[in-house]
Structures are given as structure tokens and as C-alpha cells.
């Protein structure tokens, strides 16, 4: 079964640095992977995701990830935070390769604090 | 327009009772999800259904009954309450299955006392 992994439950960075939150995921075939945010008292909302071709994707908000197959890892990167970042970041994967695929397992969220 | 809409917003319930949350999407989806978020904020899937047909159901118990009267809407009704049922449940929805976003809708907070 896949799972995911977000080995940091807080990740606090000041304004106008660069910010890591970083994913790592576990599945038998091909990973379909995601992030999404979620804003205080608010549902999810889609930043980017990786399907296949460049391991470089760049989704809203300035945000960026890159997909690296040999650590299994799918980290989400911005140049420089702004404060308006600050929410809970969650990492998705789907198992292309198995027929159970259809699920869609969350990892268990990282809590961004950008400091003015 | 609101893409993925929930109601209610806030649920407050005895133990026991019986409730259902309702939602709806006018994306023009197929496929449409439950999901239930607990006080440390983990994300699980309860129900997935891709034009009404029911595709994925996780370990739920069957005091959880989702269902679809059509495309645009995934309702969730809760037999005789738990005090473990108290989450926030999450609605979202997407163009297709695998490689499609989700788009959520705003959660329903369930409280139940």
C-alpha cells in the first residue's frame, strides 16, 4: 500500500527566505504525487502535482517541487516565503501502478510559520 | 460561484442521533469524494464515487452511508452518532480519477457531545 512520510510537523522560516517542506513516499509501481494547502478553518486547495515528464514542476503561488525518483522524495520549495504562506501543507500520492490506485493517501501535514 | 459547496457548515449533535451533510459541485465532475479530518488534522478517504457508482470505500463503519443522487451531489449520512465521529468532514471533487486535482469544498465541522 502507499503511504506518505512528512518528516517535519513545523517548519518556521522568516519572510523573504527560502522555504523547504519536504515529502518522501512510499509505493509499489509509479507514484502520482500532489500538494496541496489548507488556510485556517478552510478545505484543501491544489498547489501542484507530478504526472510524468519534468521533475521540475511549478504550480500557484510562486511554489515549486521536484521529483526525485531514486529518494522518493517530492519536496515543495519557494524562493522567498511571504508571511501570507503560513498554513498546513499536505503531500498526496496515488499509485499509478495498482489497481487499488484509485486511493489517494494524504500525508500527515506540515505547519508553516513564516515570521515578518 | 462556489465549485464545491458543503451543508452544514457547523453540526452539533447528541450521541446516538442520527445526521446526514450534504454536497455539491457544479464543476461538471464525474468523480466525487469524502473525507474525514480528525483534531490532529490527518486526511483520510472514506468514499469515492465516479458517476453515482461507488469506486472506493475505505474502513469505514456502516454506520457511514454515502450517496449520490446524481453527478453534482455526494451526500454522507451518520447513523447513531459516536463521540469519535467528531471531525471535520471534507467533500472534494474531481474531473476524473487518477491524475486529476481535487477540488475540496470548505468542510463541515461535526461535534458530537
Known amino acids: 500500500a502507499q503511504s506518505v512520510a512528512q518528516p517535519e510537523d513545523q517548519v518556521n522560516v522568516a519572510e523573504g527566505n527560502p522555504l523547504t517542506v519536504k515529502c518522501t513516499y512510499s509505493v509499489s509501481g509509479n507514484p502520482y504525487l500532489f500538494w496541496y494547502v489548507q488556510y485556517p478553518n478552510r478545505g484543501l486547495q491544489f498547489l501542484l502535482k507530478y504526472i510524468t515528464g519534468d521533475n521540475l514542476v511549478k504550480g500557484s503561488y510562486g511554489f515549486e517541487a521536484e521529483f526525485n525518483k531514486s529518494q522518493t522524495s517530492f519536496h515543495l520549495k519557494k524562493p522567498s516565503a511571504l508571511v501570507s504562506d503560513s498554513a498546513l501543507y499536505f503531500c498526496?500520492?496515488?499509485?499509478?501502478?495498482?489497481?487499488?490506485?484509485?486511493?489517494?493517501?494524504f500525508g500527515p501535514g506540515t505547519r508553516l510559520s513564516v515570521l515578518p | 460561484d462556489t465549485a464545491v459547496s458543503q451543508t452544514p457548515k457547523y453540526l452539533v449533535t447528541q450521541m446516538g442521533n442520527d445526521k446526514s451533510i450534504k454536497c455539491e459541485q457544479n464543476l461538471g465532475h464525474d468523480t466525487m469524494y469524502w473525507y474525514k479530518q480528525d483534531s490532529k488534522k490527518f486526511l483520510k478517504i472514506m468514499f469515492s464515487?465516479?458517476?453515482?457508482?461507488?469506486?472506493i470505500n475505505e474502513t469505514v463503519p456502516n454506520r457511514f452511508s454515502p450517496k449520490s443522487p446524481d453527478k453534482a451531489h455526494l451526500n454522507l449520512h451518520i447513523n447513531s452518532l459516536e463521540l469519535g465521529d467528531s471531525a471535520v468532514y471534507f467533500c472534494?471533487?474531481?474531473?476524473?480519477?487518477?491524475?486529476?486535482?481535487?477540488?475540496f469544498g470548505p468542510g463541515t465541522r461535526l461535534t458530537v457531545l
Open positions: 498526496a500520492v496515488r499509485d499509478i501502478d495498482n489497481n487499488y490506485g484509485q486511493n489517494f493517501v
Open positions: 472534494a471533487s474531481s474531473l476524473g480519477l487518477l491524475t486529476d486535482t481535487q477540488y
Open positions: 464515487y465516479n458517476n453515482k457508482e461507488l469506486i
